[in-house]
């Protein structure tokens, strides 16, 4: 089983010189590649792509003639040729666009490499060892025990932090004991979840961190409107000698920095929330059911509350679908077609319903029903109903 885990790196400023090394290798074999490649299809159009294999051989040249990439994870090279070559795949696939030079000012940096088999990252709590740089200060590691390390991602973001991103192949998860209990789950605006017993989730809610990350993202979005003007201005006029690039605003800067560490928190806080959420309910439940949610979003779309809960959603979804295959219980998607409509106990056709009616009696049985708890139990029965 193969899990994603993210920590972050506290290099020394001597490593931090080190790393923006590394990232710059990367770019320039990166850079270099495309443009051979770009300058080989304009010489000859009819001529053959170059493959990751052949990319891989011109490695070596370069590395003979610019003596720098030598300071690389030779792994973090092939992995540039083995991501171009697959960009070049895609493309003539139709699949994506052209690939692009990097730029040395883009915010995010990156670089990844193979991590071998025989060596050990992790050296000390707070310590991993890595290719090349030697020891670094990292967040805790204690979720690395024993799992293998397959690939790793050094990278630097907007938020002007170092992370360390590994690929870790961890031993198949013992399933979790089976409790022989079923449940419904309707997704909602209000709660997240209502499960078809009566349980009401609340949404994810941090008002404190949304409203920061609003306010610095205006402020970021005036000051860089500011800078765009004031550079047209100063470069539209001739007279002076040197030329003001965007990136010379430090206050843009800066606001970029913190709305983006304002976003990252309130994302971590998010998806902090949802899997304790998921992970309960996989060890409360067997089977879960759930509703599609493609469908559903198509159907209110337009609604801005809605949008906002989409994002819960599909992280929702997507944790329960994989946790539900780690620990051996099960998962059933279905359509969300009159869920809400439904009378649950008698099978009563009700008519659409309003979102704001949060209660109503059936006309038939006179079953008093909480709209979404009625619709958690219809989307039980159809789950049940799915599997028989
Ligand atoms: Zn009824």
Redo the contacts with the bound molecule.
Sequence with gaps: MLKGIKLRLYPTRAQEGQLWQLFGNNRFVWNQMLAMAKARYKNNPGSRFINEYGMNNLLKTLKTEYLFLKLSDSTSLQVVNHQLAQAFSMLFKHRGGQPRFKSRRSAKQAYTGRFPASKQLVVAKHRVKLPKLGSIKTSKTGQLVDGQIKRYTVSHDATGRYYLSLQVEFPEPKSLPKTGVQVGIDLGVADLAITSNGQKYPKFQAPWEEKQGITWQRKFDRRKRQAKVNVIQWNHDKAHLIKLELNDYQNWQRARKIKARYQQRLANRRKDYLNKLTTQLVKVYDVIVIEDLKVKNLMHNHHLAKSIANASWYQFRTMLDYKCQWYGKQLIVVSPNYTSQQ?S??G?QSGRKPLEIREWT?P??G?HHDRDINAAVNILHKGLKAVQ
């Design positions: 009378c106990k008698c009563f059936c038939h049985c079953t």
